[in-house]
């Protein structure tokens, strides 16, 4: 059975990926901003106040709950995204970025 799942924890303090586990605190400032080992956090923006982060891949959906890092980190290795995401606020399911911008090209 298929479950969707939130990709990542954070507020004021902490930002983590749970597909890889990466987290960072805020504190003093890293430059360059550091990313997540899987792509999922393209950058944590660190301050002494906070952590601000973007997501690629906020809700995936997967068939294993028990393994569904491996799964993901295994789609994320062959195809460079997870085969099932969507945002937070969205009700499509974006297969492919590609694929998604052509649909929405005029003409």
Same mark, same amino acid.
């Given at each position: 059975?298929?479950?969707?799942?939130?990709?990542?924890?954070?507020?004021?303090?902490?930002?983590?990926? !749970?597909?890889?586990?990466?987290? %960072?605190?805020?504190? /003093?400032?890293?430059?360059?901003?550091?990313?997540?080992?899987? $792509?999922?956090?393209?950058?944590?923006?660190?301050?002494?106040? %906070?952590?601000? +982060?973007?997501?690629? +891949?906020?809700?995936?959906?997967?068939?294993?709950?028990? /393994?569904?890092? =491996?799964?993901? !980190? $295994?789609? =994320?290795?062959?195809? $460079? #995204?997870?085969? #099932?995401?969507? /945002?937070?606020?969205?009700?499509?399911?974006?297969?492919?970025?590609?694929?998604?911008?052509?649909?929405?090209?005029? $003409?």
């Amino acid at each position: 059975m298929n479950r969707e799942l939130r990709t990542f924890i954070g507020d004021e303090t902490k930002a983590t990926c !749970l597909i890889c586990n990466t987290s %960072y605190y805020n504190g /003093n400032p890293i430059i360059p901003q550091p990313s997540c080992d899987c $792509g999922n956090i393209p950058y944590f923006d660190i301050t002494p106040a %906070y952590v601000r +982060f973007a997501i690629n +891949f906020p809700l995936v959906t997967v068939s294993n709950l028990d /393994n569904w890092q =491996i799964e993901i !980190l $295994g789609q =994320i290795k062959n195809y $460079g #995204h997870p085969l #099932h995401y969507r /945002n937070l606020k969205d009700d499509k399911h974006h297969l492919d970025l590609n694929q998604y911008l052509n649909s929405t090209k005029k $003409g």
